[in-house]
């Protein structure tokens, strides 16, 4: 697929910093103080970043973006509403086609924020509602109404993101599947989106000396779903090879130099180890020619 064909949805993070204060990596920064420095780094140097990276990216072709794992650890509604009011207006002066996310339960200084970029740049929105907001339709339909009644916004120019993150099971996904298809007026909204992920935390299933398959439980239980008679079928989104739950802890740990190959119904893993980069190479040349799964 090229990248007309797909809509990413970047969740803004707060950047990496050294875990030590000197180069033997002896002194070790306490939690307070990598935050701190986390925080600086991201107001004085990202946000003027992160427009730039879109560009150079994705053009401008349409990107979702999202806040919600912004944090300075206490009172994180400023830093969000901060954040929308710095990258929004950047990237969309330069042209770029930016559609903000919303989740459901924000605070209302984050609804306005929002609300005050949809009418300037008139990209309309993108509203993510999660598991827990599956479980009683008629509360979610409530919730629902009041935020278009909010922002003044007609179901016309709204995106509705459902992302059940890692649910696997397919009775439970079907459960939480079939409660997304019971949003009111369903057919008005401009898109529904329905995204799930099945790639696991880490590869400790898989086998260092022999290529293992995954099975892609958020394409299969979506393809089960789509084949049976649904309101209206909804764009399918995944995780790719990532796991849905973001750690921040996991920024600091060593990538294994392993090869996770999508194929139709599952991942081709070839797992390798911490800075074995030579592995990278040979086991890309096994996947070509050898594996019977290269797509080209």
């Known amino acids: 697929g090229s990248k007309e064909d797909v809509t990413p949805l970047i969740e803004v993070v707060l950047p990496m910093v050294p875990r030590f204060k000197d180069k033997e990596q002896k002194i070790k920064k306490t939690d307070e103080e990598m935050l701190s420095e986390m925080v600086k780094k991201y107001k004085e140097q990202r946000t003027k970043e992160i427009p730039e990276e879109i560009r150079n990216f994705w053009g401008n072709n349409p990107v979702y973006l999202d806040f919600s794992l912004i944090h300075n650890g206490r009172e994180t509604t400023a830093l969000k509403v901060e954040s929308i009011n710095a990258i929004i207006p950047a990237a969309s002066e330069v042209g770029l086609h930016i559609i903000p996310v919303v989740n459901l339960n924000d605070e209302i200084q984050i609804w306005n924020a929002i609300r005050l970029v949809c009418e300037k740049y008139k990209r309309g929105i993108c509203v993510r509602i999660g598991v827990s907001d599956l479980v009683h339709t008629d509360k979610l339909n409530g919730k629902v109404e009041t935020f278009l009644s909010e922002m003044g916004l007609a179901a016309a120019n709204v995106d509705i993101l459902i992302d059940i993150?890692?649910?696997q099971g397919s009775e439970e996904y079907a459960t939480l599947f079939n409660s997304g298809q019971q949003v009111n007026d369903i057919e008005k909204w401009r898109n529904i989106i329905f995204a799930s992920?099945?790639?696991?935390?880490?590869?400790?299933?898989?086998?260092?000396?022999?290529?293992t398959t995954l099975p892609r439980h958020d394409w299969l239980n979506w393809k089960r779903q789509i084949s049976k008679k649904i309101n209206r079928k909804p764009t399918y989104a995944d995780y790719t090879i990532r796991t849905p739950l973001f750690d921040e802890s996991l920024q600091f740990h060593h990538a294994t130099t392993s090869i996770k190959y999508t194929i139709d119904e599952g991942w081709y893993v070839m797992k390798g180890i911490k800075h074995g980069y030579s592995l990278f190479l040979a086991n890309a040349k096994l996947l070509v020619e050898n594996s019977g799964h290269f797509y080209g």
């Open 165 to 167: 993150k890692n649910i």
């Open 197 to 211: 992920g099945a790639f696991p935390v880490d590869l400790s299933q898989c086998k260092l000396d022999d290529p």
